[in-house]
């Protein structure tokens, strides 16, 4: 069994950064995606971004241009560094990993980010 620890949430002021960290428990077979998820109380769960096992990135439109999303294969670590912060950005943050070849979904417990002055 797969497990994800993520790491690098917390409070911080609109307009600042914060970097997450998302860490598997040992490598996945398979090609697969990895992904950053977030849900706001009262809110359905939302990708915030993706990027697959090649590079290539999904990313939502409202953080477009103010989120990046990268992966370091060789640490099984996807990571997100989330710029301009909003107050609309305070969610939960969730990793997630999923697996193309038996649609298999791991998670993360959740890390809670706050946007707030």
């Known amino acids: 069994q797969v497990q994800l620890v993520e790491s690098g949430g917390g409070l911080v002021q609109p307009g600042g950064s914060l970097r997450l960290s998302c860490a598997a428990s040992?490598?996945?077979?398979?090609?697969?995606?990895m992904g950053w998820y977030r849900q706001a109380p009262g809110k359905e769960r939302e990708l915030v971004a993706a990027?697959?096992?090649?590079?290539?990135?999904n990313i939502a439109d409202s953080v477009k241009g103010r989120f990046a999303i990268s992966r370091d294969n060789a640490k099984n670590t996807v990571y997100l560094q989330m710029n301009s912060l909003k107050p609309e950005d305070t969610a939960v943050y969730y990793c997630?990993?999923?697996?193309?070849?038996?649609?298999?979904?791991?998670w993360g417990q959740g890390t809670q980010v706050t946007v707030s002055s």
């Open positions: 997630n990993i999923h697996r193309y070849f038996d649609n298999s979904d791991y």
């Open positions: 040992r490598s996945i077979f398979g090609a697969n995606t």
């Open positions: 990027i697959a096992s090649g590079g290539a990135t």
